[in-house]
T-cell receptor, first 112, second 113 residues
Framework: GEDVEQSLFLSVREGDSSVINCTYT??????LYWYKQEPGAGLQLLTY?????DMKQDQRLTVLLNKKDKHLSLRIADTQTGDSAIYFC????????????FGKGTHLIIQP | DTAVSQTPKYLVTQMGNDKSIKCEQN?????MYWYKQDSKKFLKIMFS???????INETVPNRFSPKSPDKAHLNLHINSLELGDSAVYFC????????????FGPGTRLTVL
């Protein structure tokens, strides 16, 4: 079945770049997403990338996709304390009423 | 304007009770979903629904049933609540079609005592 894997924790210093990695197994994955969940809050869509793209940049966020290795990463430049959250990688085949398959989430911890 | 809203935000109830969680979206989306997030923060799809089909995750007990009175609403009914049903339940919606980007509600924290 479909599987999405992420490391559970990442600790970075404030001002450094954070790189959160994700791997997936479903070759049919058409869309890949990054969601952010702050403590006690819902899921905020950060960005998404189509499988025919290699990279997408949006302000401090850069998404890299290696389709051959089924590897997705999210880079957050100049990490701030407000970036402290759980980051979920998710995939879907798109085009229908399929739900998203989520990774277990990476807890991003910011050190002062 | 809240795009996807859920009520209640918190729900505390006894084992064996029947309860409902409401979800509304004002995005004009065609497809709505329910997800369950357990105590370890793991998120799993429970249902997806549009006017054509209901897709049920096979692991979801039949005590859970979605009800859609109209395109903007997908409510979650749970019968005979069990301790293991305690979790945060998220509603989401998407336009469907090629992009399928899903927007989530704020979640309902259900605690079964």
């Amino acid at each position: 079945g479909e599987d999405v894997e992420q490391s559970l924790f990442l600790s970075v210093r404030e001002g450094d770049s954070s790189v959160i990695n994700c791997t997936y197994t479903d070759s049919s994955s058409t869309y890949l997403y990054w969601y952010k969940q702050e403590p006690g809050a819902g899921l905020q869509l950060l960005t998404y990338i189509f499988s025919n793209m290699d990279m997408k940049q949006d302000q401090r966020l850069t998404v890299l996709l290696n389709k051959k290795d089924k590897h997705l990463s999210l880079r957050i430049a100049d990490t701030q304390t407000g970036d402290s959250a759980i980051y979920f990688c998710a995939e879907s085949e798109g085009g229908g009423a399929d739900g998203l398959t989520f990774g277990k989430g990476t807890h991003l911890i910011i050190q002062p | 304007d809240t795009a996807v809203s859920q009520t209640p935000k918190y729900l505390v109830t006894q084992m064996g009770n029947d309860k409902s969680i409401k979800c509304e979206q004002n995005l004009g989306h065609d497809t709505m979903y329910w997800y369950k997030q357990d105590s370890k923060k793991f998120l799993k799809i429970m249902f997806s629904y549009n006017n054509k089909e209901l897709i049920i995750n096979e692991t979801v007990p039949n005590r859970f049933s979605p009800k859609s009175p109209d395109k903007a609403h997908l409510n979650l009914h749970i019968n005979s609540l069990e301790l293991g049903d305690s979790a945060v339940y998220f509603c989401a919606s998407s336009q469907g079609g090629n992009t399928d980007t899903q927007y989530f509600g704020p979640g309902t924290r259900l605690t079964v005592l």
